[in-house]
């Protein structure tokens, strides 16, 4: 039995406007955790600092939004998310403008951290999308929206490097801090008012979201599966320009940061891994995708010396890898409308974790044997999560996947 109550939903008022709208805000949102990972040495120079310091911004601002997703998103259960949205992204703003005016990189570190606790409007308004859609189509809003947060996070990184290239690092930051503060306004207007989904004092509020893990088999189940999506995901990305920089290709950065927009195609063909929810085939898409994944990385162990098997990888990978995230979400949705919010925590949370570990393992396994053991760990993992998507998908999964 559920460890969650699960409440009607509430009136479905997603239009496709307002699905658009969600998603551009979650993809800005989310784009602001990379704006300075391509301007490390841009910014170091400009302020007089060590580049290795300077590589503390990118470590800041994802200790940041892992705080944020922690204390600030289970609120959306709670609050009046058309006030919440708004404010954080308004306190976003205020630092954004911080990080743009920064006199000096201590006080940059301090206002990048604050960027990462405040960006989190994305994962408020994911779980917030699912409460205004009608059932049948939750998995295509659901999925509309994560796609357009993937799609920041790909195109972030190429946008801030052409931008600081023409007027520099700083302008980055303010340009974002005025399109933040222009959907502020818009989605405050947009979002209808909704009474708050339940009332609990703050520290019950956290402390519920271990209850979930440890009450919801679903939720633990898919927690596994995404955190080891998210984890061969960032080995894969991170080992990526240790490859495409070293022989023999001898890609400059504002190439390699250009293969990333290859992923585009990835997130877009798996956004319509929401309608496979819808039709009540999120678990057998769950198996493709995870097969898919395997095939990918026993292909990307001949791609060491072919720019054209590279490219198909990357785009292989993100479909495999994004309609996994799409499909993880709108499953996680299904278990309690009321608890949304914080389950959206507990699996951004988990994805976190997971994306932390492949970083690190992408280094030491370049180390021990290159590309070949990227491609070979990638490849175990996947089957282990595919030996664990089989295992765990019968019994109440079954039941939870056509909620």
């Not at 994305?122 to 796609?147: E, F, K, M, N, Y």
């Not at 198909?312 to 949304?340: M, P």
């Not at 370049?366 to 595919?386: E, H, K, N, P, R």
Request: net charge positive; aromatic share 8%.
């Amino acid at each position: 039995m559920s460890g969650l109550p699960v409440r009607p939903d509430a009136p479905a008022v997603m239009s496709r406007g307002l699905t658009f709208l969600f998603a551009v805000a979650g993809g800005a949102a989310v784009g602001n955790l990379y704006w300075a990972q391509p301007l490390l040495d841009f910014v170091a120079a400009d302020l007089h600092s060590p580049t290795a310091l300077a590589g503390w911004l990118v470590t800041a601002t994802q200790i940041g939004y892992a705080a944020g997703i922690l204390l600030i998103v289970p609120l959306g259960d709670v609050l009046d998310r058309r006030r919440l949205v708004p404010l954080m992204m308004l306190c976003a703003t205020a630092a954004l403008v911080a990080c743009a005016s920064a006199p000096s990189m201590g006080f940059l570190l301090v206002a990048i951290a604050l960027l990462g606790v405040t960006t989190v409007a994305g994962q408020i308004l994911a779980p917030l999308a699912g409460d205004l859609s009608d059932p049948a189509v939750r998995g295509r809003v659901v999925g509309t929206v994560i796609s357009g947060m993937l799609t920041g996070i790909l195109v972030s990184r190429t946008i801030s490097g052409l931008v600081a290239g023409v007027a520099g690092w700083r302008a980055i930051f303010a340009a974002a801090a005025v399109l933040t503060v222009v959907l502020a306004v818009l989605l405050y207007r947009a979002i209808p008012r909704l009474e708050p989904k339940t009332r609990m004092p703050y520290p019950a509020l956290i402390a519920s979201v271990g209850r979930a893990v440890v009450h919801e088999r679903v939720l633990r189940w898919t927690l596994v599966i995404a955190a080891t999506g998210f984890g061969v995901f960032s080995m894969f990305w991170t080992a990526l320009t240790f490859l495409l920089s070293g022989p023999p290709f001898h890609l400059p950065v504002t190439v390699i940061g250009l293969v990333g927009l290859a992923g585009l195609a990835g997130a877009l063909a798996a956004q319509r891994a929401g309608r496979l929810h819808d039709r009540g085939w999120s678990l057998p898409a769950s198996g493709v995708a995870w097969a898919l994944t395997v095939v990918t990385f026993v292909v990307s162990a001949f791609a060491g010396h072919s720019i054209v098997l590279v490219l198909l990888v990357v785009v292989l990978l993100d479909v495999a890898i994004q309609a996994q995230n799409i499909l993880n979400q709108t499953r996680v949705f299904a278990i309690s409308h009321e608890a949304r919010s914080r389950l959206n925590t507990a699996l951004v949370a988990g994805n976190f974790v997971g994306g932390a570990i492949g970083s690190a393992a992408a280094t030491v396994l370049w180390s021990a044997g290159g590309w070949t053991a990227i491609s070979v760990a990638g490849a175990v993992a996947s089957a282990f999560a595919l030996t664990v998507w089989a295992i765990g998908r019968r019994g109440p999964l079954v039941a939870a996947d056509t909620v």
